[in-house]
């Protein structure tokens, strides 16, 4: 078969409830590339069918040829964001990769808290926040140091590409059983409990709430901070990411870190070790002396 007849066939799906050809596959993964950096191999094309089918269904749209004529139209600019946002992966939990939370317990908080008690300014980044257990997470480690963290100029950014994330993060309302990985001690302190008819859910209590500002922002798109962080995590995310991408935006990150400030990142990425960092602990990095910044 030609490589072109093989672009104009359908994709077997399962199902298939509308027609979905390799063409549309590839002006889909195309755009979501270019939008979020997410690479989307031909392996991927069932994730895309049973990721979309829900919005070509809730937009009365009859094939995916339809829905790729909306998202690639002049008018498809919310729709992009939609298709998007439902590529995205968004798994989290509290303390994951609990790791970097006690080597910045151990290693680098203990300086960082001193600054800000000495009337300093500290900035961390949760750079790809999904629903928000990530920078919670870092400030119940920061008051579980410093119960009075809130009331210094200390702040945590916390962002994501994804508008529903950040709502979702912003409202800090979790179910019991998303707590688990949360230390009991931290529970207690850092958690309110709503009572409804059905059900109890648990809502972030304000002095982590306090330490946090919640933002929708692309790590592709330009960075609006003016000011450098001396902590941020990004993890889990640039796997999602080809290999310039990531390059890139590693590069951004030593730009706007402070010399001696920490990156985070998730347990199966790499940082190539012709870029500015050096590895200070399991998938931590800091900035090697004298890097470009
Ligand atoms: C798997 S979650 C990682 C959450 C958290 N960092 C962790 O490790 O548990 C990946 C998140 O990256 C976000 N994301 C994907 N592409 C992004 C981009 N270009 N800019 C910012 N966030 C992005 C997704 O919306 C998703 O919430």
């Known amino acids: 078969m030609s490589e072109s007849l093989h672009r104009q066939q359908e994709v077997p799906v399962p199902g298939g409830e509308f027609a979905f050809s390799w063409s549309d596959f590839r002006m889909i993964a195309g755009l979501v590339h270019a939008g979020s950096g997410i690479v989307l191999n031909e392996g991927k094309a069932n994730l895309v069918y049973s990721r979309l089918v829900k ?50 317990k151990a290693s680098v908080l ?60 912003r409202a800090g309302t979790y179910d019991v059983r998303q707590l688990d990985s949360i230390p009991h001690d931290l529970r207690a ?21 306090r330490l946090i500002r919640f933002r929708e922002l692309n790590l592709l798109d330009p960075w609006p901070m003016k000011g450098r962080f001396d902590v941020i995590f990004c993890r889990n995310v640039m796997i999602y990411f080809d290999e310039e991408t990531q390059n890139r935006i590693w590069q951004r990150f030593a730009q706007i870190l402070e010399p001696d400030g920490i990156l985070c990142i998730g347990h199966s990425e790499r940082i190539p070790a012709s870029l500015s960092f050096e590895l200070v602990a399991q998938t931590t990095y800091r900035l090697r002396p004298g890097a470009v910044a």
């Not at 040829?65 to 998202?71: A, G, H, K, S």
């Not at 302190?189 to 709430?209: G, V």
């Open 55 to 104: 919005r070509l269904r809730l937009l009365g749209l009859g094939s995916f040829r339809e829905y790729c004529t909306l998202v690639s139209g002049k008018d498809g600019a919310d729709e992009r964001q939609a298709m998007i946002a439902a590529m995205t992966t968004n798994v989290t939990r509290f303390f994951r990769e609990e790791h970097h939370f006690d080597y910045l």
């Open 110 to 169: 203990p300086s960082l808290l001193d600054r800000a008690r000495r009337g300093g300014r500290v900035r961390m980044w949760s750079s790809a926040c999904s629903s928000g257990e990530e920078p919670y997470s870092l400030a119940l480690t920061v008051l579980s140091l410093m119960g009075d963290a809130p009331d210094h100029d200390l702040l945590i950014l916390a962002s994501d590409l994804d508008p529903n994330m950040v709502a979702r993060a």
């Open 189 to 209: 302190k850092c958690l309110k409990a709503q009572r409804s008819r059905s059900a109890i859910s648990y809502e972030i209590a304000d002095a982590p709430r």
